[in-house]
């Protein structure tokens, strides 16, 4: 398996909007059960180039598989902070392809000045919560009924990883 990982392109932008929408759709990992139009999502993706933040993709034989970004949080208290995304296609999982994912978006992060990643995860993706944990993540809190879908409440872990 040769996987390369990218700084997010426009040429990424088409095969990351179906992966974010496959991902999406599983109804599992995400906040979100289903991905934007194109044209708002091929926007947003131009200003995250644009603004050259840690968003990053993996690529294997030309087809993106992975994705993970860390996004700055808003206002000047909180400019030291970053809340950190991910998705790999189900074929990928548990390949190590999220963990060179996360290392690529925490080092440009933190070239960029970010000393503090934050993240939720489901309290029952225990494999994304022993990841985290692997790399330095900490739970520091659990939200009890913190998403819900089709009716049903899920608890979710806030983890942080500080440096």
């Known amino acids: 398996m040769s ?3 990218e700084p997010l392109a426009p040429a990424h932008f088409e095969q990351l909007h179906c992966l974010f929408d496959a991902v999406s759709r599983e109804e599992r990992f995400l906040a979100f059960c ?3 139009s194109r044209e ?3 926007a947003y993706y131009q200003r995250v180039v644009d603004s050259n933040h840690s968003h990053f993709v993996a690529v294997e034989n030309g087809t993106v598989i992975g994705w993970c970004d860390v996004f700055p949080l808003p ?4 400019a030291h902070c970053g809340v950190l995304g991910i998705g790999v296609a189900k074929a990928f999982r548990g390949k190590g392809v999220g963990r060179t994912l996360i290392e690529a978006a925490i080092e440009k992060a933190r070239n ?3 000393t503090r990643i934050e993240l939720t995860v489901r309290a029952d993706n225990l494999t994304a919560r022993n990841l ?3 790399l330095g993540f900490l739970v520091e809190g659990l939200q009890r009924n ?3 879908l089709h009716g049903q409440y899920f608890d979710v872990h ?6």
């Open 3 to 5: 996987i390369s990982v």
């Open 34 to 36: 289903s991905s934007g």
């Open 40 to 42: 708002t999502t091929y």
């Open 75 to 78: 206002g000047e208290m909180r």
């Open 112 to 114: 960029r000045g970010i």
């Open 132 to 134: 985290y944990e692997k």
């Open 146 to 148: 913190g998403w819900r």
């Open 158 to 163: 806030h983890m942080a990883l500080i440096w």
